[in-house]
Structure formats: C-alpha cells, structure tokens
C-alpha cells in the first residue's frame, strides 16, 4: 500500500514523462528481483585481490592455495626492489597502468563508501589498497624514473605457468626523464593522493608519505608529456596490452602547472604547415590527477589547473566512458562534487559533462544513450564487459550521493533523473552481476550456487604448490588450459569479463574476452557492493 502512495505522489508532483521513468528503472526491478547478500559478495570481491598478489605472502594470506611469487623482481635489470603488486588479470605480468587505475579506484570505494563497510571489510580493503601503493612507491622510488612494468607479456603469454613456478623473462621496463610516460605518472599519481585519503584517519605518517610522492610523480607527467609507450624500450611490451587509445589531441594552447612555457613540438599530419601546434598526450589522465591532488591536498595551484585546462585537455568533450585507458566520465563525476557542494561555477562545465554523462545511462532520455543487452547489462564492444559495467555502477552511486547531499537531479531534457533512479540503474547491474540474469549465472567466482568454472586465470586453473609440489614448466601447464574440466583453485570473488551482447556466457577457459578476471573489474565493485550491503533496498 505505501509503495502505491509513493507512485501517486509521484504522478501528482511530476508531469507523465517523470513518472513512466520512475515506474520503467524503479517498479519493474523490485517486481522481478532476486535477493542477494550484498555483505558476502563484498567480503568476497575484496578477497579476490588476495590471489592476484606477487611477492611474499604475509601471515595472514586467506587465499590458502597461493604461494610466494615474483621475489627476484627487478634486481637484475635495475638492482632495485620491484617485488609485490598485483598481476592484472589471468597472467603473471605486473602492468603499472591499470594497476594504479585499480589502486584508485579500490580507495575512491573507501574514500565514498568505507564508513558504510563493516569494520572487518574497511580493514581488508585498506590492506588491499596498502599492498597497490606500497609496490607503487617502489616504482617512483629513483629520482627522475618510473618503472612501468615488470614481465614480458609475449613471453607469459606464450606458457601457461603458476605465478609461483615462473621462469619466463621478468623484464622491467622503465622510462627516464626526459622521456614521457604521463598516462602511467598521472595515474600513479592519482592513486597515490586518493589513498593518502583512505589512510589519513588509520595512519596519518604513510598518507603523508603517499601525497607526498603523488605530488612529486605529478610533476613528471605534466612537466615530460607524453605516452609511455612511445618510448622505443617500452612500446613492445606495453602495446597492444595496455597502451593509452584515448589520450592524443591538438591543441593550440595549454597552460602547465609550473606556469612556464609549453615545448612546442609539431604534430606529425601537420608538419608542413605554418602554423604552430602543440602536441598533447594522455590529457585525460593530466586532469584526473591534478583532480585527485586537489581534492586530497586542497591546493589552489591544483584547482587552477584544472579549471584553466579543462577545455583544453578535452574536459567537456562528452566522452562517456571510464576505465583504465579513459578517465572521462569520472574525471566529472570527480571534479562536479566540488561543484556542487562548493558552488564554483568555474568548475561548471564539469558538471555539466557528468549531467550528460548520466542522461545516456537512461534509456528513456532524449540524449543518445549507452547501449545496454536484452537483459539489460550496460554493453560496449571490445571483450572484458563488465569493466564497464562496474566502473559506470560506481560513478552512478557517487553522482547520486553528490546530488542528494546539495538537493539536486540532473536535467535530461525530456526528464528529470533523481539520485534514486541513478542508484535503481546501478542496482540493476549489480544484480546482474550477481545472477539476476537470463542465464542465471552469477559472474562472481565463488557468489551464489551457479558462477564459473573455467575462467581464464593461470593460478587458478593449475593445481596448487601445495597439491602439486612439483615444478610445471612453461608448456607443460598446457594440459590443465585446454582440460575442461573445472579449475581445481577457487578464484573467490573475481568477477569475469562477462556475457556478450546476446547475454550469453560459455564458460570456457579460452575466450578470455568473457572468462578473465582482472583488477580493475572488481575494485569500483568493492564500493557498489558496500553501498547495497548498507542499502539493500
């Protein structure tokens, strides 16, 4: 009964067009709903970062089947300490790009969500974004250098190895000044100052220590400007796992942090003209982290820069997508809170982005809108799916937050979206993720009664140092990749790629575009997961 007043006040307040939405994105889930336990699959996907860790293993390691791996990390190439990190995914290579963006995220979820976890979670989250940053400083420990990566992917890729039993090349791949590497930098830097944040209250010395090296890091981005993979000793192995697709513009002008001059450098299509161009990389990830440095230092210099630069690093540019190689839609989200809550209008055009951004997530609005399966899944092409869908949940979440706190909707024209209808959206994700699906299949390893068998993870799908002691070399872990039999090492809380845009899902170790886990699918889920565990409803 009082969910029919709700629908009545709702058609008396607002014109027929507010209500169709309301009934379309809010009635229809709760009719069809499954009931999960929010609090298992968050406790789960926090566990997940446990069995992509290299390094040694501490104590208190829960993910029984992992052992030591990596430990020589770093000291032959460099005589450096590169041990610990995260593998990205189903291999054995430590790639720094994603590995910060996931390090960012997986704080971002603490920064806006963490008084909601149990006090148990907030603690296993911390250690988990703690076992990112602490591998992070080591990559920024030499003055003037990043290392960007620690493996050679062509080499693991072609053996199917635990972690534990590696002997293909651990190659280390770093970039000096006055060489560019502004993607990973930025991003480094990013990570760093958004958990300064999540460890200020818990251990104020190391968030001190972490912002100070953010700032620092930073500096390199914007003063070398550049992709990372331009550099000839880091190209083949970045490329074409994780270079930046999203970063190059031209540009006329671009005002730098420091306030000094721009080298000028022509654009390569455009050389023979007479007129002078600038050359601008990795723009997205410039602003994101000068946004996190602002946000985390509440320096004006960082402010500045990112309202002076924001028009011309492509901040109103519409982009709707966020993930590792595209900061966009967050970057708005990110910069609008300051917007919103401290009325600067020099920071509207953000804000006007994030609107944007959030109209093409509703099916109902007159923008051009995401695609989204039969099933109802958020949809982009390019294998690897629900990065999407769980980045895209967790900006819907903040935004509402955001909104909620300053009594505001978002204007798409032919309707108003609430932060109520911006949390159902979300909501239907998570669900689907969780098994509220045409398949009935939870992409949770280890969620629910029916999730994947086969993923395509190498630890995983190898039986254990401790069931197998004995040494498997490169092409003898062949047998267990092509057996179809389950994986013998329970992979808890790793979220898969996920279903095509038919919804359907083969559980077969070999498509990797629907059966590999990585990071940085999970870390924005950590904070979806622990706003429904709170708000079930």
């Known amino acids: 009964m009082k969910f029919h007043y709700v629908l009545l006040f709702l058609l008396h307040r607002h014109h027929r067009q507010q209500f169709f939405l309301f009934v379309s994105l809010v009635f229809s889930p709760l009719v069809h709903c499954d009931h999960h336990d929010y609090s298992d699959a968050l406790s789960k996907s926090i566990l997940f970062f446990e069995g992509q860790r290299s390094g040694v293993l501490p104590r208190d390691q829960r993910m029984k089947w992992r052992e030591d791996s990596g430990l020589s990390d770093g000291r032959s190439m460099y005589n450096t300490d590169l041990t610990g990190g995260y593998y990205d995914a189903g291999d054995n290579v430590k790639f720094g790009f994603p590995m910060a ?5 997986l704080a971002w979820s603490v920064i806006e969500f963490g008084e909601l976890m149990p006090p148990s979670e ?5 250690v988990a974004i703690r076992w990112g940053t602490d591998y992070l400083l080591k990559t920024v420990s030499q003055p003037n250098r990043i290392f960007v990566q620690v493996g050679d992917p062509y080499k693991d890729h072609n053996c199917w190895e635990r972690p534990e039993d590696m002997d293909t090349a651990r190659t280390v791949y770093a970039v000096d000044a006055p060489n560019p590497a502004s993607e990973v930098a930025a991003e480094t830097a990013a990570a760093l100052a958004a958990s300064s944040m999540a460890f200020r209250s818990v251990d104020p010395g190391y968030a001190q220590t972490l912002l100070r090296n953010s700032v620092r890091v930073f500096q390199y981005a914007d003063n070398f400007r550049g992709a990372y993979s331009d550099n000839s000793n880091v190209r083949d192995g970045a490329c074409p796992f994780y270079c930046d697709f999203s970063g190059y513009q031209v540009s006329e002008k671009l005002t730098k942090l420091s306030g000094g001059p721009l080298a000028v450098a022509g654009h390569p299509k455009m050389e023979n003209k007479t007129f002078i161009t600038y050359k601008i990389f990795n723009q997205d990830e410039l602003l994101w982290g000068a946004a996190w440095l602002r946000r985390a230092s509440q320096d004006n210099s960082y402010l500045n820069y990112i309202e002076i630069n924001g028009k011309t690093l492509g901040a109103d540019d519409n982009i709707n997508e966020f993930g590792w190689d595209n900061k966009h839609a967050g970057l708005n989200v990110l910069v609008s809170k300051e917007a919103l809550e401290g009325n600067m209008y020099s920071l509207q055009s ?5 609107d944007s951004f959030m109209c093409t997530l509703i099916p109902d609005s007159s923008s051009p809108h995401i695609d989204y399966t039969p099933g109802g899944l958020i949809y982009k092409p390019g294998g690897s799916n629900l990065q999407h ?5 967790f900006l819907l979440l903040v935004y509402a937050n955001y909104l909620d706190r300053t009594s505001q909707t978002v204007n ?9 209808s911006l949390r159902t959206i979300a909501k239907n994700q998570a669900d689907y993720i969780l098994g509220h699906n045409p398949m009935g299949l939870s992409y949770m390893v280890g969620y629910g009664s029916r999730f994947p068998q086969r993923i395509h993870h190498r630890g995983s799908s190898l039986p254990s140092v401790k069931d197998h002691p004995e040494f498997i070399a490169c092409k003898e872990g062949s047998i267990y990749f092509n057996s179809t039999n389950p994986n013998p090492n329970v992979l808890v809380g790793a979220i898969v790629g996920g279903p095509g845009e038919d919804d359907v899902y083969d559980d077969d170790r070999a498509d990797f575009r629907k059966s590999e886990p990585t990071t940085y699918i999970n870390a924005p889920f950590v904070g979806v997961l622990a706003y429904f565990a709170a708000n079930p409803s």
């Open 389 to 393: 869908a769980t980045t895209i949940s």
């Open 412 to 420: 798409c024209g032919n309707l108003i979206a609430s932060p109520l």
């Open 101 to 105: 963006f996931t390090t960012t995220m």
């Open 122 to 126: 907030l603690r296993n989250a911390l």
């Open 350 to 354: 953000y804000k006007v982005s994030a």
